[in-house]
């Protein structure tokens, strides 16, 4: 529904825009054309890169590192996993059950989920390019620390 609202939304501002100046629409639209164009190609080759190194390390080794006895640890593990990892939420948490069911800790598990939705190492290069270096590097790092203090809450709630 949201979805149906925005399209709707979208289509009154660009009639809206055509009626204002033709001319400037088209150019807009053709600047965000490309623009889709070439963020979509970097996105797919960081995708493709991130898929490559899941398929290299097994599965195996994944649940032995969230499912350490030290908590502490596998919660690091679990955030620096789900930081250079790109998986879609609809992927990611029947994932992360089949992890708890294999043994990992639910602390690991939660910064798993929580720098996988929050940081973002591998679309890194892009973002840098859009709001420069700095501000990437220290939305990572604040990102990446409020993760971890997620997750060592969720360790206190469950």
């Known amino acids: ?35 889709l164009v070439k963020t979509f190609i970097e996105i797919i080759g960081v995708m493709a890169l991130v898929g490559l190194v899941l398929a290299i390390l097994p599965p195996e080794l994944i ?57 973002g190492f591998a679309t890194m290069p892009i973002e840098i390019k859009y709001f420069g270096k700095k501000f990437t590097l220290h939305r990572l790092w604040i990102s990446f620390v409020a993760a971890i203090l997620i997750a060592s809450g969720m360790a206190v709630i469950l």
């Open 1 to 35: 529904m949201n979805t149906v609202v925005l399209i709707v939304i979208a289509v009154v501002f660009l009639v809206w825009s055509i009626f204002k100046s033709k001319e400037k629409t088209k150019e807009s639209l053709i600047l965000s054309k490309n623009l």
């Open 63 to 119: 649940k032995q590192l969230l499912g350490n006895s030290n908590e502490f640890l596998s919660t690091i593990y679990g955030a620096i996993i789900g930081a250079l990892t790109i998986i879609p939420a609809f992927i990611a948490f029947p994932l992360s059950k089949s992890l708890y069911q294999s043994g990992a800790n639910l602390t690991a598990i939660a910064a798993f989920i929580t720098t996988l939705t929050m940081v």
